[in-house]
């Protein structure tokens, strides 16, 4: 009996207490949910990752030695696609590694919330440089990052390079300044990874930015022609690394922007 009214005297006790905690006010407002709606920082959190990213894995491959115009209107062509360049040591193409470190960039940015396409997902395509930049103007990309790896006739060459318009081109003077600020951004990100970076370099020759209407930035992961380089490049810790570095670099423009 003693135990009982012990028992009875806690619950009294407890029951107290919580009518004291509560506010019925706000209690009132959680059931209506009205107090629960995001505040405006989490809005604008949310809506940044509605911004759409076009991945373009570089090459294909067969290439295409079908010329092209290399910006629109312009009388000089180039080839529509070519099938890139091959790792000195892993004979794999850069078409292959290319697509592969695509995925791990496409995968990283959903994970962050955005919104991803690619230009193409298999090998086995024919999409010339201008289709692949107007694929990415029709879809109204916020930001089209094109990943390729670099060779060159010098096996001790290393580095990663950025590449953006040019800011004089009368083709991406309008793009250049988004561009370059998203180039700058995926650089200190590549920097703070420790990657050794070459630096970011303007390009007017590249049919893929002259056709573009949208921003661009294209990454050189480093140098096929290099032994180490090619090697670690097919190593999936350090695509992760890198493409890692890259998507934060793309947060962080969005954020700034
Ligand atoms: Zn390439």
Wanted: hydrophobic share 30%; proline share 4%.
């Amino acid at each position: 009996m003693k135990k009982y009214r012990l028992l009875v005297t806690v619950i009294i006790a407890m029951g107290i207490i919580l009518i004291g905690t509560s506010n019925p006010l706000t209690n009132f407002y959680k059931g209506t949910n009205l107090i629960n709606k995001p505040i405006n920082k989490k809005e604008d959190t949310n809506k940044q990752k509605e911004f759409l990213i076009c991945i373009d894995p570089g090459h294909q491959e067969r290439g295409d030695s079908k010329l092209e115009p290399v910006a629109p209107g312009s009388s000089s062509q180039k080839a529509r696609v070519s099938s890139g360049a091959t790792g000195v040591g892993t004979k794999k193409p850069e078409y292959v590694l290319n697509l592969e470190a695509s995925t791990v960039l496409k995968h990283i940015l959903k994970g962050k919330g955005y919104k991803v396409i690619m230009t193409r997902e298999t090998n086995n395509v024919n999409i010339s440089n201008s289709e692949r930049a107007l694929f990415a103007n029709k879809e109204k990309a916020d930001m089209v990052i094109r990943i390729h790896a670099d060779s060159i006739d010098n096996s001790s060459k290393t580095g990663a390079s950025i590449l953006v318009p040019s800011k004089n081109s009368q083709y991406t003077s309008n793009i250049y300044e988004n561009s370059n600020k998203c180039a700058e951004s995926i650089k200190k990100n590549m920097e703070k990874s420790n990657i050794n970076i070459n630096g970011i370099f303007e390009r007017g020759d590249l049919t893929g930015f002259n056709w573009s209407n949208v921003p661009v930035v294209l990454v050189e992961m480093g140098f096929l022609s290099n032994y180490e380089e090619d090697r670690m490049m097919s190593s999936p810790d350090y695509q992760r690394k890198l493409m890692q570095s890259i998507s934060d670099g793309v947060e962080e423009y969005f954020t700034n922007k």
